[in-house]
Nanobody, 123 residues
Framework: QVQLQESGPGLVKPSQTLSLTCTVSGGSTTTNYYYWSWIRQPPGKGLEWMGAIAYSGSTYYSPSLKSRTSISRDTSKNQFSLQLSSVTPEDTAVYYC???????????????WGQGTQVTVSS
């Protein structure tokens, strides 16, 4: 059973970089055809896909966040990470990591989710 666990600071100051890590157990970030995503939900809003790293190591980003987002992985630790730069209070959200496949048309499906971690951007 794949389990995902987000970790990172719960409070980030404006203009700083938000850094989160997702630790994977019961599976591997190199499993063929699996994609490892970051998704967030601001208060009172819907889910927003931020980006993903593929089993191959290729990365994909939301166009609206691409300039500020970086996703990487550490295969030795079976972790993948998110960095979001130049944060503002509008980046306050619950951040989730999730895993699953991707269709030929580019749609992601999620088999497993982390529990989510609240990140607040405030001075």
């Amino acid at each position: 059973q794949v389990q995902l666990q987000e970790s990172g600071p719960g409070l980030v100051k404006p203009s700083q970089t938000l850094s989160l890590t997702c630790t994977v157990s019961g599976g591997s970030t190199t499993t063929n055809y699996y994609y490892w995503s970051w998704i967030r939900q601001p208060p009172g809003k819907g889910l927003e896909w931020m980006g993903a790293i593929a089993y191959s190591g290729s990365t994909y980003y939301s166009p609206s966040l691409k300039s500020r987002t970086s996703i990487s992985r550490d295969t030795s630790k079976n972790q993948f990470s998110l960095q979001l730069s130049s944060v503002t209070p509008e980046d306050t959200a619950v951040y989730y990591c999730a895993s699953g496949g991707r269709s030929s048309s580019g749609l992601y499906g999620y088999d497993h989710w982390g529990q989510g971690t609240q990140v607040t951007v405030s001075s």
